[in-house]
C-alpha cells in the first residue's frame, strides 16, 4: 500500500476502445483493508476499471496507483501484489483441487506456495477434497477454488469481478460470508463489482454507483441510501395513460418514462397508490411495483433507470454459459 493509506488511488482514470469511452475520468481512493464495490449495470465499465487497475489493458488517460505503484510504469510490481478472481470460470477441471493450486503457483513462478495453498483449502473447507477432480466440485467450491488461487501469491488488494453472478441464493451467502472473511482475516483489500443491490449493501464499506462509465454516486450504503428519502412507483400502462395525467396525480413529485415504464417519485407509495388507483382505471394499468430507499433507488433517482434492466439478458447468458461449461463433461 502507499504511504497515504490508500491501497489504489486514480485520477482522471480512463480507458476508451476506439470511439467508445468505457471509462469515463474516473477518481477513486480505496483505503487499505477496506470493502471497496463498483455497482452498475451491464456494460457500465465494471470490468473494464478491472482491467485496466491490474495492468491487463492500457490506461488511455489520468493515473492509477495500486498497492503503492504507478500501473502504467511499473505493471509487473502491481501484477506481483494483486489477485483476480474473474467473472468467468478459470479453473482446469480435468484436474484436481491441489493441482490447479500447483498450476497456478508455477504460472506466477511461486517457489515456497505449499504452506499457503493448505492454509487456504483449510480456511475454504476443501482440504479433504483437494485430491478431486474440480469438474466434481460443486459451483460454490469452485468459486472457492477459484478465490483460493487468486490469494496463493498473498496480494495485497484482491480483485473479483461480480463473485456471485449466476448462483443460487444460499451460495451467494455463503461466499458473502467467505469475501468478508479473506478481507477481515487475511488483511485483503477487496475491490469488487456486481449489479446486485443487496450484494453491494451487505458487503462493501463504500460504494460507486456507475453508468456508462462515469462514477455517479460514491459512499458507504447508508450515505448513498440517505440521499433518497422517497419512494419510487414503477408501472406498465396502457396507451392511454399520459404523462400529465400521472404529474396530476396528489403525491406525485416526479414522472419519468423509460420505454414503456413509468417511473414516479412520490412522497410515500402507501398514500399515493390509493389515489394512483383513483385517477387510472384498472384496465389502464398492467404492471405496478414499489422501490423503497435502497441503493437501487438512488441508481433510479440519478440515472432514471432500474440497474437491472439495463441489458439484463447478458446475465442470463453468463448462467447459461456456465451451465453448458458444466453439462458438457
Ligand atoms: N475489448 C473491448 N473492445 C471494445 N469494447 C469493449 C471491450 N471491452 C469492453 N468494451 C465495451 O466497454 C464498455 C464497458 O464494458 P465492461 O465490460 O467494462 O462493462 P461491465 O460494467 O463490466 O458490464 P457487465 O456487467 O456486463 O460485465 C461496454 O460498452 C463494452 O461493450
Ligand atoms: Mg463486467
Known amino acids: 500500500m502507499s504511504a497515504n493509506g490508500l491501497a489504489i488511488s486514480a485520477h482522471g482514470l480512463t480507458k476508451n476502445y476506439g470511439k467508445l469511452v468505457a471509462v469515463d475520468h474516473v477518481d477513486m481512493a480505496v483505503p487499505a483493508g477496506s470493502v471497496f464495490g463498483l455497482l452498475g449495470p451491464n456494460g457500465a465499465g465494471k470490468t473494464t476499471i478491472i482491467k485496466v487497475l491490474t495492468g491487463l489493458s492500457p490506461i488511455t488517460d489520468g493515473n492509477a496507483i495500486v498497492a503503492g505503484y504507478d500501473v502504467t510504469r511499473d505493471p509487473m510490481h502491481v501484477k506481483q501484489r494483486v489477485g483476480w478472481v474473474a467473472a468467468e470460470v478459470i479453473l482446469d477441471d480435468d ?32 482440504i479433504d477434497r483437494r485430491k478431486d477432480k474440480v469438474a466434481a466440485y460443486s459451483t460454490g467450491m469452485r468459486k472457492k477454488m477459484e478465490i483460493a488461487l487468486a490469494l496463493l501469491h498473498q496480494p495485497e488488494i484482491i480483485f473479483m469481478d461480480e463473485p456471485t453472478i449466476g448462483l443460487d441464493p444460499n451460495v451467494r451467502r455463503m461466499l458473502w460470508e467467505l469475501i468478508t472473511g479473506v478481507n477481515q482475516q487475511f488483511g485483503v483489500t477487496v475491490l469488487l463489482t456486481s449489479h446486485y443491490i443487496e450484494e453491494a449493501d451487505a458487503l462493501c464499506d463504500r460504494v460507486a454507483i456507475i453508468d456508462l462509465g462515469k462514477f455517479v454516486a460514491i459512499g458507504t450504503p447508508t450515505e448513498l441510501k440517505a440521499r433518497v428519502k422517497e419512494d419510487f ?25 423509460q420505454g414503456r415504464t413509468w417511473i414516479l417519485r412520490v412522497s410515500s407509495a402507501e398514500e399515493v397508490l390509493p389515489n394512483l388507483f383513483h385517477a387510472l382505471r384498472t384496465d389502464e394499468i398492467h404492471r405496478i411495483n414499489v422501490e423503497k430507499p435502497s441503493l437501487e433507488s438512488v441508481f433510479i433517482d440519478i440515472t432514471g433507470k432500474r440497474i437491472d434492466q439495463a441489458g439484463s439478458d447478458v446475465q442470463d447468458y453468463r448462467k447459461f454459459y456456465m451451465n453448458v461449461r458444466r453439462a458438457r463433461r
Do not use: C, H, M
Request: aromatic letters at 8%; a negative charge; hydrophobic letters at 45%.
Open 95 to 126: 484436474l484436481s483441487g491441489w493441482e490447479n493450486l500447483w498450476l497456478q503457483a508455477r504460472l506466477q513462478r511461486l517457489s515456497d506456495w505449499k504452506g499457503r495453498a493448505e492454509q487456504l483449502l483449510k480456511y475454504f473447507d476443501l
Open 233 to 257: 412507483i414503477e408501472l406498465d400502462t396502457a396507451e392511454s395513460v399520459t404523462a400529465e395525467t400521472l404529474a396530476a396525480v396528489p403525491g406525485v413529485s416526479n414522472v419519468r418514462s
